[in-house]
């Protein structure tokens, strides 16, 4: 039995082929959401997903489609992706997970249903103005969080971070179920500075490649004293009028921003916080290193992060959905898609 995982957020897609539990064949596409936002119709993304199946299964030896399962998350179950599904209501176990997955017929796609994982939502059961900081959501990363819990010893209560173009904060109770998250933008914030504004000029349009210690905590302190927008600005002041190297410019424009993040994550009500709480870091590196170094400087916490390694044989978000699937495929669940449920790609949003 082969699984097909398919990992879908705003902008891009990826197929990855597994056979006991490794990687044969993996696609990627740039289609996502976005693109059905845009025209209204799901036509680009359906043939995008399409089309990096196919060049998959043509790697993947031994392997067709009709011996695939195929299990699908990220922003494709938002209201603009291919099979929208409600947010399941956190507290959120992976089993609870997989009894929520939808299986929708796609024949554009593969002559088998697609099993649709969720996302999860904060449990608030009216958002208004004064409990708005408590509500959040998430679409991919309840697979990457369970494919996190699944490879690494931790144990709630904790904090997973998940930094990215949305970075999340995703608080893990004592029972390993998702129980609240927070969502920033400081990726996109980060990509939007660096690339289209006056800053680029100042950074040559890149990311620190090393990280400068001094250089983040600094830019972490003016965001703290002159606000996020002013502590920007001082990445061109620097250009002008100091010697910063770029990694120097761009780790004080990383401390700018991550400083927003660390104080969401701990003011976050929906979070609760203690200084004890154990911080879990997944990504890139160097956002880690970062992250982590502004923890350790922050009087508020008493512990230091954990930081768990990607592993590109093993990516979080596809063993998070081949363990909800394998519960999908122990469960045989009977509600496999209706009639109803067939999608076609020209069909409007
Ligand atoms: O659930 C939604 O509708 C979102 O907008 C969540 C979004 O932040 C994704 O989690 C990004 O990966």
């Known amino acids: 039995m082969f699984i097909v ?9 990826r197929v990855r082929i597994w056979q006991d539990k490794r990687i044969i064949a993996d696609a990627c596409a740039a289609v996502g959401v976005r ?13 995008g997903i399409k089309d990096a199946l196919d060049r998959a299964l043509a790697q993947a030896e031994n392997c067709t489609l009709d011996r695939c399962a195929i299990v699908a998350s990220g922003m494709i179950t938002a209201d603009v992706g291919l099979c929208p599904i409600p ?17 929708r017929h796609i024949p554009a796609i593969a002559p088998q249903p697609i099993w649709f994982i969720p996302g999860v939502k904060n449990a608030l059961p009216q958002v208004n103005l004064a409990n708005l900081d408590m509500m959040d959501v998430m679409r991919g990363e309840e697979a990457e969080t369970f494919g996190l819990l699944a490879l690494h010893a931790v144990h709630g209560p904790a904090v997973i971070v998940l930094p990215g173009s949305h970075s999340k904060f995703v608080k893990i109770d004592r029972q390993q179920r998702i129980a609240a998250c927070a969502t920033t933008m400081a990726g996109e914030l980060l990509d939007v500075l660096t690339h289209h504004t006056l800053l680029a000029g100042s950074l040559n349009r890149q990311f620190a490649a090393r990280l400068d210690r001094d250089y983040l905590l600094q830019g972490a302190e003016a965001c703290r004293h002159t606000g996020l927008s002013r502590a920007c600005f001082s990445v061109r002041l620097l250009d002008l009028f100091t010697d910063a190297t770029h990694d120097q410019k761009a780790s004080y424009l990383l401390g700018v921003t991550l400083c927003a993040d660390i104080q969401a994550m701990k003011q976050s009500r929906a979070l609760a916080l203690t200084p004890d709480t154990r ?17 350790a400087a922050d009087p508020f916490f008493t512990a230091d992060a954990l930081l768990v390694d990607e592993d590109p044989a093993r ?35």
């Open 279 to 295: 911080v879990v870091i997944s990504g890139k590196p160097i956002l880690q290193q970062a992250l982590a170094a502004l923890i």
């Open 35 to 47: 693109d059905s936002a845009k025209s209204g119709n799901l036509a680009t993304l359906t043939a």
């Open 87 to 103: 947010h399941l209501s956190a507290p959120v176990d992976v089993e609870q997970l997989a009894n929520g997955a939808v299986a």
């Open 315 to 349: 990516p979080l978000s596809s063993i998070g959905a081949i363990a909800v699937m394998e519960i999908i495929m122990r469960q045989a669940t009977p509600h496999s898609a209706a009639p109803s449920d067939v999608v076609a790609s020209g069909d409007p949003l």
């Open 5 to 13: 995982t398919i990992d879908s957020g705003t902008t891009n897609t």
